[in-house]
């Protein structure tokens, strides 16, 4: 545990607990057992819990495609971590300071990260040979030496959960699903948590079946009591509220900021807000998310397949509507044409692709940066479009209303980048002030007289042209995939048009560069060596990047929102270094690109493993330049 100088205080009325309590800095903890074990419900209590008691906080969900994976196995392992801390922190940390492991199979896939002399709390209960068997270990691990260098707590939560409601008349296949909640009360008494945000929770979720409310109750409440009455525990370990910018905060997931970020940009323009989408994970819950507002006006279709998808939120573009449209790799090829068609067509929309690891169905609930490639380049014809990504869970809310701005601004598509880590992970988030967000300004052109010629394609400065609604008098036109005659619109198949027209497209998406904000390097503006990174990557980037300087590398960082068009001052930039290090998840796209345009030798951290950087093979990395 990242510790500052002990201090051990007395206990103060307001904390049940007799033990004293050490105060840490920080704290990572993995929780990890089958995917029906509740894992991913005890990670996001205690989230919520440690988001309540001011912390900072960074997750990382991790579990298994299959609803329901082979129990015991190492393939069905599901898990969650957390880091809080009481400043301010960028990732959900790497090395753990204590692992709940509900199985043996869960044990062996996630030791390796834990610390020399870390916590490691185990269901005992679940070591019997039958387990080890399923895990595929010939012997038990918490006897022949694997977890000699750990502070090893056995715990039988089986029985004592068992015990704990053996009154209550329900099934013993019941019971044991209560095993979480014991994990958790053990947890919560370990790192002085709040439990009465989770005793809500139980009524809340259980108030149609108060035996199992008050079964979770009570194992909840056991495995607190463990946690004072055990001799494992000299202490209690309190983290203390982060030093945050004042302000009103909650706990957010990154597809819920990107939905209620959606959901803004339409209030700000004045529409009304249509998703049409496919259900694909990890995008699915931006649906789920919007579709619990139609009080506001917001309508979701689950559409039977992505094609139709794209092709409904085409119809609403035109019809006027802010439309959206959002997938993951494997839709997104599906969605490539109706995304030309939208992109000659010249409609702002949306296309929100959370990515995952690939290629084909891959890994689809790990994490990855692969299909960068696929919406730069994964079009038929001269097809480009602005893409920008998402760095972080709060920052989902704001790419959501940037990209709608640039989108009504250009009349184009705008594709948004975000992925697995960025959108199952969550933050601690500023609420805005609605009234401080900037609107965003659409003119509609307007009826015009008996014998005035409209021009569908005339052009303004940024090179968009009028964004008609339907019906209007006097605007109609023609639309459809093939060229248009400039300002026309009508079918053309003249040489010299079909060029100009092509550059008139891929000029206005460059124009982009001239309303998006200029990059600001962290740290030297020259020197040895610069680290660019996109997505998801910032966090683990910036964190990295600020040991090494602290450790006395000249070392900057830039991160980019906008891959296409590149910020314009970034070729000056990358001309300022004698190296530069581009880390990503996949095989080095953005690196590509940039050595293409910039002509740049650009080097490349490259990893395709479903997880994201550790701050601690970055530093590795960012190290052998000095």
Same mark, same amino acid.
């Given at each position: 545990?990242?510790?500052?100088?002990?201090?051990?205080?007395?206990? &103060?009325?307001?904390?049940?607990?007799?033990? #004293?309590? @050490?105060? %840490? =800095?920080?704290?990572? !903890?993995?929780?990890? $057992?089958? /995917?029906?074990?509740?894992?991913?419900?005890?990670?996001?209590?205690?989230?919520?819990?440690?988001?309540?008691?001011?912390?900072?906080?960074?997750?990382?969900?991790?579990?298994?495609?299959?609803?329901?994976?082979?129990?015991?196995?190492?393939?069905?392992?599901?898990?969650?971590?957390?880091?809080?801390?009481?400043?301010?922190?960028?990732?959900?940390?790497?090395?753990?300071?204590?692992?709940?492991?509900?199985?043996?199979?869960?044990?062996?896939?996630?030791?390796?990260?834990?610390?020399?002399?870390?916590?490691?709390?185990?269901?005992?209960?679940?070591?019997?040979?039958?387990?080890?068997?399923?895990?595929?270990?010939?012997?038990?691990?918490?006897?022949?030496?694997?977890? &000699?260098?750990?502070?090893?707590?056995?715990? #039988?939560? @089986?029985? %004592? =959960?068992?015990?704990? !409601?053996?009154?209550? $008349?329900? /099934?013993?296949?019941?019971?044991?699903?209560?095993?979480?909640?014991?994990?958790?009360?053990?947890?919560?008494?370990?790192?002085?948590?709040?439990?009465?945000?989770?005793?809500?929770?139980?009524?809340?979720?259980?108030?149609?079946?108060?035996?199992?409310?008050?079964?979770?109750?009570?194992?909840?409440?056991?495995?607190?009591?463990?946690?004072?009455?055990?001799?494992?525990?000299?202490?209690?370990?309190?983290?203390?509220?982060?030093?945050?910018?004042?302000?009103?905060?909650?706990?957010?997931?990154?597809?819920?900021?990107?939905?209620?970020?959606?959901?803004?940009?339409?209030?700000?323009?004045?529409?009304?807000?249509?998703?049409?989408?496919?259900?694909?994970?990890?995008?699915?819950?931006?649906?789920?998310?919007?579709?619990?507002?139609?009080?506001?006006?917001?309508?979701?279709?689950?559409?039977?397949?992505?094609?139709?998808?794209?092709?409904?939120?085409?119809?609403?573009?035109?019809?006027?509507?802010?439309?959206?449209?959002?997938?993951?790799?494997?839709?997104?090829?599906?969605?490539?044409?109706?995304?030309?068609?939208?992109?000659?067509?010249?409609?702002?929309?949306?296309?929100?692709?959370?990515?995952?690891?690939?290629?084909?169905?891959?890994?689809?609930?790990?994490?990855?940066?692969?299909?960068?490639?696929?919406?730069?380049?994964?079009?038929?014809?001269?097809?480009?479009?602005?893409?920008?990504?998402?760095?972080?869970?709060?920052?989902?809310?704001?790419?959501?209303?940037?990209?709608?701005?640039?989108?009504?601004?250009?009349?184009?598509?705008?594709?948004?980048?975000?992925?697995?880590?960025?959108?199952?992970?969550?933050?601690?988030?500023?609420?805005?002030?609605?009234?401080?967000?900037?609107?965003?300004?659409?003119?509609?052109?307007?009826?015009?007289?008996?014998?005035?010629?409209?021009?569908?394609?005339?052009?303004?400065?940024?090179?968009?042209?009028?964004?008609?609604?339907?019906?209007?008098?006097?605007?109609?036109?023609?639309?459809?995939?093939?060229?248009?005659?400039?300002?026309?619109?009508?079918?053309?198949?003249?040489?010299?048009?079909?060029?100009?027209?092509?550059?008139?497209?891929?000029?206005?998406?460059?124009?982009?560069?001239?309303?998006?904000?200029?990059?600001?390097?962290?740290?030297?503006?020259?020197?040895?060596?610069?680290?660019?990174?996109?997505?998801?990557?910032?966090?683990?980037?910036?964190?990295?990047?600020?040991?090494?300087?602290?450790?006395?590398?000249?070392?900057?960082?830039?991160?980019?929102?906008?891959?296409?068009?590149?910020?314009?001052?970034?070729?000056?930039?990358?001309?300022?270094?004698?190296?530069?290090?581009?880390?990503?998840?996949?095989?080095?796209?953005?690196?590509?690109?940039?050595?293409?345009?910039?002509?740049?030798?650009?080097?490349?951290?490259?990893?395709?493993?479903?997880?994201?950087?550790?701050?601690?093979?970055?530093?590795?990395?960012?190290?052998?330049?000095?």
């Amino acid at each position: 545990m990242n510790q500052e100088p002990i201090a051990v205080f007395p206990l &103060d009325e307001t904390n049940n607990s007799k033990k #004293p309590i @050490t105060h %840490l =800095t920080a704290v990572t !903890v993995r929780l990890v $057992g089958d /995917s029906g074990d509740g894992m991913q419900l005890m990670g996001s209590q205690l989230t919520n819990t440690s988001a309540l008691a001011g912390n900072d906080i960074a997750t990382f969900p991790d579990f298994p495609a299959e609803i329901r994976a082979p129990r015991g196995t190492r393939a069905g392992v599901s898990g969650f971590q957390l880091q809080f801390s009481s400043e301010e922190i960028f990732t959900p940390g790497d090395g753990l300071d204590a692992l709940i492991a509900m199985n043996p199979a869960a044990l062996i896939t996630n030791i390796a990260d834990l610390n020399d002399g870390g916590i490691l709390i185990v269901n005992s209960d679940s070591f019997e040979d039958k387990d080890l068997k399923l895990a595929k270990l010939k012997t038990n691990p918490l006897v022949d030496g694997t977890v &000699d260098r750990f502070r090893l707590i056995e715990v #039988p939560m @089986t029985k %004592l =959960t068992r015990n704990a !409601v053996q009154d209550l $008349g329900i /099934s013993t296949k019941v019971a044991d699903r209560c095993r979480n909640f014991f994990g958790m009360g053990l947890l919560f008494w370990l790192y002085g948590r709040d439990i009465s945000p989770t005793t809500r929770f139980i009524e809340a979720k259980f108030r149609s079946k108060p035996d199992i409310a008050e079964a979770n109750r009570r194992v909840l409440m056991a495995g607190w009591n463990y946690g004072e009455t055990t001799e494992h525990f000299a202490s209690t370990y309190q983290v203390r509220p982060a030093k945050l910018p004042p302000g009103q905060y909650r706990n957010i997931m990154g597809n819920q900021a990107l939905a209620w970020g959606l959901m803004t940009a339409a209030m700000l323009s004045d529409k009304s807000l249509f998703l049409s989408t496919y259900p694909i994970t990890p995008a699915s819950d931006v649906l789920h998310e919007l579709s619990h507002f139609k009080n506001f006006g917001i309508r979701t279709m689950q559409a039977e397949d992505e094609i139709s998808a794209i092709c409904s939120t085409i119809g609403a573009a035109f019809g006027g509507s802010m439309a959206v449209t959002t997938s993951s790799g494997p839709g997104i090829s599906l969605k490539s044409e109706g995304a030309n068609l939208a992109m000659m067509l010249e409609l702002p929309l949306l296309i929100v692709d959370i990515q995952r690891a690939g290629p084909s169905t891959g890994m689809p609930t790990k994490t990855e940066q692969s299909d960068l490639n696929q919406v730069m380049f994964g079009r038929n014809g001269e097809s480009p479009l602005p893409v920008c990504a998402a760095s972080s869970p709060g920052d989902c809310f704001n790419v959501a209303i940037e990209a709608w701005r640039i989108a009504t601004q250009f009349m184009t598509p705008v594709i948004i980048l975000s992925d697995a880590y960025v959108a199952n992970g969550a933050e601690p988030w500023l609420i805005p002030k609605t009234a401080e967000l900037p609107r965003i300004e659409i003119r509609h052109p307007g009826p015009i007289s008996a014998g005035e010629v409209f021009l569908p394609y005339e052009r303004d400065s940024r090179l968009a042209r009028p964004w008609a609604i339907p019906g209007t008098t006097g605007l109609m036109h023609r639309i459809g995939g093939l060229e248009k005659e400039d300002r026309t619109g009508n079918v053309s198949y003249d040489p010299l048009n079909h060029q100009h027209m092509v550059q008139t497209r891929a000029q206005k998406v460059a124009n982009v560069a001239n309303v998006i904000a200029p990059l600001e390097v962290d740290g030297p503006e020259t020197g040895r060596l610069l680290v660019l990174s996109w997505g998801g990557t910032l966090g683990a980037c910036r964190t990295a990047v600020q040991q090494c300087r602290a450790e006395g590398c000249a070392i900057a960082h830039v991160h980019l929102r906008w891959i296409n068009p590149f910020p314009k001052n970034l070729g000056e930039i990358v001309q300022n270094y004698d190296h530069i290090v581009i880390p990503e998840l996949n095989t080095g796209q953005l690196r590509m690109l940039i050595r293409a345009k910039y002509l740049v030798d650009a080097q490349g951290l490259n990893k395709v493993q479903g997880k994201p950087f550790t701050v601690t093979e970055l530093k590795a990395k960012f190290k052998t330049y000095f």
